[in-house]
């Protein structure tokens, strides 16, 4: 069972917009980067998006421009807001505590489907 937990997928037309959100505890969120990843059917795990507890923020090239990741700090929420989705977009997006390669480091929650789809 994961330490963070997703929520806010769903379907959604090609062009249109959701905001996942991942709901950390006080000491996770304070002291480590949290990421966001996603696994499309039959594909790896690929990370998407990363914010540091000063704010520092990286993209994945696939989602740059399109995609912000921010931080609510007086709710321990991190959010990916999700913007021109397209069919590529459909996985399983998860939170998760990242280093600084980027790669996950904590246990897997279950994660929010994002289908994109006419």
């Known amino acids: 069972q994961g330490l963070l937990v997703e929520s806010g997928g769903g379907l959604v037309q090609p062009g249109g917009s959701l905001r996942l959100s991942c709901e950390a505890s006080?000491?996770?969120?304070?002291?480590?980067?949290i990421g966001w990843l996603r696994q499309a059917r039959g594909k790896q795990r690929e990370f998407i998006a990363s914010?540091?507890?000063?704010?520092?923020?990286n993209y994945a090239d696939s989602v740059k421009g399109r995609f912000t990741i921010s931080r609510d700090n007086a709710k321990n929420m991190v959010y990916l807001q999700m913007n021109s989705l397209k069919f590529e977009d459909t996985a399983v997006y998860y939170c998760?505590?990242?280093?600084?390669?980027?790669?996950?480091?904590?246990?897997w929650g279950q994660g929010t489907q994002v289908t994109v789809s006419a």
């Open positions: 998760n505590v990242v280093n600084s390669a980027m790669a996950a480091m904590g246990p």
């Open positions: 006080g000491s996770i969120f304070s002291m480590y980067r």
């Open positions: 914010i540091t507890p000063r704010g520092n923020i």
